[in-house]
């Protein structure tokens, strides 16, 4: 009799499980790409920011690059530092807008780049709504000065065959007239980048983080609105965050149960779960031999990483760029090793003496270095010899 009884129960629990799965839950087709924009700086999807974090990192390689999750570093010494923070939402509560404020007025640079921006220090975006809306499928992107390259960004939503209007934000004129914030960047005559100068500090806000996101890095002058967005922004060590995740402050990372809790579907997924768990431990409790577990295979990140980038720059046709930067690391580590100045007019015998290399292989170095600029294009074979002759250079110097 206690038997039966017993199989009632387990029927009864398997049929309240089962109307529950009908009535909580509904079969959707899950497509293989994420295109909503979340911005997250692991995210390889379409509007992910992972090649955001990679090209920031190769940007500023000659000085210590470093995500943060937690409260927003503060103990920098006496290096100058970069603060950037990407995502849909950057909200900072009274405490952390308070210290993104003492940051700038102690000389570091703030760079907030969302859709929506909410501080109370500066207080330009507490007091009124800086933003308005531009429903577009495509913009013009035109920063402001001399030269300047323009950056047509186009909105996808579906296996980069058509484009779609999205709300874009820009800021209000507002913004400069009463906060005085200068124009960087605009669209039809819409501010969507712009700086106000602390002494010696910045701020820096940007309205488009769709401009940052993997789906604009397929896109052609994605490289020169990224380089001319963090151009003339010289620091010590770079610090970069995801807005998202840190919108209700650092104090909600360590706790992803209230959001679960809050949301409906999540919540009865999570109580599912402990009763299906509940079901196994039940079932499975007699179980003799333990799960043997399946080893992960270990990747090559860094072979990874290496391929992203080399594939962006071979897309974007960017090599005379890439020998500008090896250019620069060059004439950098020379000074800081050898403490020779480029502009010394006998740089090359003095180097050539400390390093012990002949004069004509650094002459030939800083003529291939050095006309890269002048050059209409720069070929893939002249690339990897100006590459490989610079190798053997850092190889043999003493």
Same mark, same amino acid.
């Given at each position: 009799?206690?038997?039966?009884?017993?199989?009632?129960?387990?029927?009864?629990?398997? %049929?309240?499980?089962?109307?529950?799965?009908?009535?909580? %839950?509904?079969?959707?087709?899950?497509?293989?790409?994420?295109?909503?924009?979340?911005?997250?700086?692991?995210?390889?999807?379409?509007?992910?920011?992972?090649?955001?974090?990679?090209?920031?990192?190769?940007?500023?390689?000659?000085?210590?690059?470093?995500?943060?999750?937690?409260?927003?570093?503060?103990?920098?010494?006496?290096?100058?530092?970069?603060?950037?923070?990407?995502?849909?939402?950057?909200?900072?509560?009274?405490?952390?807008?308070?210290?993104?404020?003492?940051?700038?007025?102690?000389?570091?640079?703030?760079?907030?780049?969302?859709?929506?921006?909410?501080?109370?220090?500066?207080?330009?975006?507490?007091?009124?709504?800086?933003?308005?809306?531009?429903?577009?499928?495509?913009?013009?992107?035109?920063?402001?000065?001399?030269?300047?390259?323009?950056?047509? &960004?186009?909105?996808?939503?579906?296996?980069?065959?058509?484009?779609?209007?999205?709300?874009?934000?820009?800021?209000?004129?507002?913004?400069?007239?009463?906060?005085?914030?200068?124009?960087?960047?605009?669209?039809?005559?819409?501010?969507?980048?712009?700086?106000?100068?602390?002494?010696?500090?910045?701020?820096?806000?940007?309205?488009?983080?769709?401009? %940052?996101?993997?789906?604009?890095?397929?896109?052609?002058?994605?490289?020169?609105?990224?380089?001319?967005?963090?151009?003339?922004?010289?620091?010590?060590?770079?610090? &970069?965050?995801?807005?998202?995740?840190?919108?209700?402050?650092?104090?909600?990372?360590?706790?992803?149960?209230?959001?679960?809790?809050?949301?409906?579907? +999540?919540?009865?997924?999570?109580?599912?779960?402990?009763?299906?768990?509940?079901?196994?431990? +039940?079932?499975?409790?007699?179980?003799?031999?333990?799960?043997?577990?399946?080893?992960?295979?270990?990747?090559?990140?860094?072979?990874?990483?290496?391929?992203?980038?080399?594939?962006?720059?071979?897309?974007?046709?960017?090599?005379?760029?890439?020998?500008?930067?090896?250019?620069?690391?060059? &004439?950098?580590?020379?000074?800081?090793? &050898?403490?020779?100045?480029?502009?010394?007019?006998?740089?090359?015998?003095?180097?050539?003496?400390?390093? +012990?290399?002949?004069?004509?292989?650094?002459?030939?170095?800083?003529?291939?270095?050095?006309?890269?600029?002048?050059?209409?294009?720069?070929?893939?074979? +002249?690339?990897?010899?100006?590459?490989?002759?610079?190798?053997?250079?850092?190889?043999?110097?003493?």
């Amino acid at each position: 009799m206690r038997s039966n009884n017993g199989i009632f129960i387990i029927l009864g629990i398997i %049929f309240l499980c089962l109307l529950a799965f009908f009535v909580f %839950f509904e079969y959707v087709e899950v497509p293989d790409v994420n295109w909503n924009q979340n911005y997250n700086l692991d995210s390889m999807e379409p509007y992910g920011a992972g090649v955001f974090a990679e090209l920031l990192e190769l940007y500023y390689q000659d000085v210590p690059v470093e995500e943060f999750k937690g409260d927003i570093p503060t103990k920098n010494g006496a290096d100058k530092a970069l603060y950037v923070m990407i995502g849909a939402r950057a909200e900072f509560p009274d405490r952390e807008s308070y210290t993104l404020d003492s940051l700038a007025e102690k000389g570091h640079t703030v760079m907030l780049i969302a859709s929506k921006i909410k501080t109370s220090h500066p207080a330009a975006f507490t007091t009124s709504d800086q933003t308005n809306t531009l429903r577009e499928d495509s913009l013009s992107v035109r920063f402001v000065g001399k030269d300047k390259p323009e950056f047509t &960004y186009k909105h996808y939503t579906e296996d980069f065959k058509s484009t779609s209007k999205a709300p874009f934000k820009f800021f209000d004129s507002e913004l400069e007239h009463s906060w005085y914030f200068d124009e960087l960047a605009e669209v039809d005559g819409r501010t969507v980048f712009a700086k106000t100068d602390y002494v010696p500090g910045g701020w820096y806000v940007h309205s488009l983080p769709e401009l %940052f996101s993997n789906s604009a890095a397929l896109q052609p002058g994605f490289l020169d609105n990224f380089n001319s967005t963090f151009e003339g922004i010289t620091v010590d060590r770079v610090y &970069y965050a995801d807005a998202d995740r840190r919108k209700e402050g650092p104090a909600n990372l360590d706790n992803p149960m209230q959001y679960v809790l809050q949301q409906r579907g +999540l919540k009865w997924a999570y109580y599912m779960t402990l009763l299906t768990g509940l079901l196994f431990v +039940l079932f499975g409790g007699k179980r003799r031999q333990q799960v043997i577990p399946t080893r992960k295979v270990n990747e090559n990140t860094s072979l990874e990483y290496v391929k992203t980038l080399s594939r962006l720059f071979q897309k974007q046709n960017q090599n005379q760029k890439l020998v500008t930067k090896m250019e620069k690391v060059f &004439y950098h580590r020379i000074s800081r090793e &050898y403490f020779i100045d480029k502009n010394d007019a006998e740089f090359t015998s003095r180097l050539s003496r400390k390093t +012990l290399i002949p004069e004509e292989q650094i002459d030939d170095i800083r003529n291939r270095l050095s006309v890269a600029a002048k050059m209409g294009s720069y070929s893939d074979g +002249l690339l990897m010899e100006t590459y490989n002759k610079l190798d053997s250079f850092y190889k043999k110097a003493k």
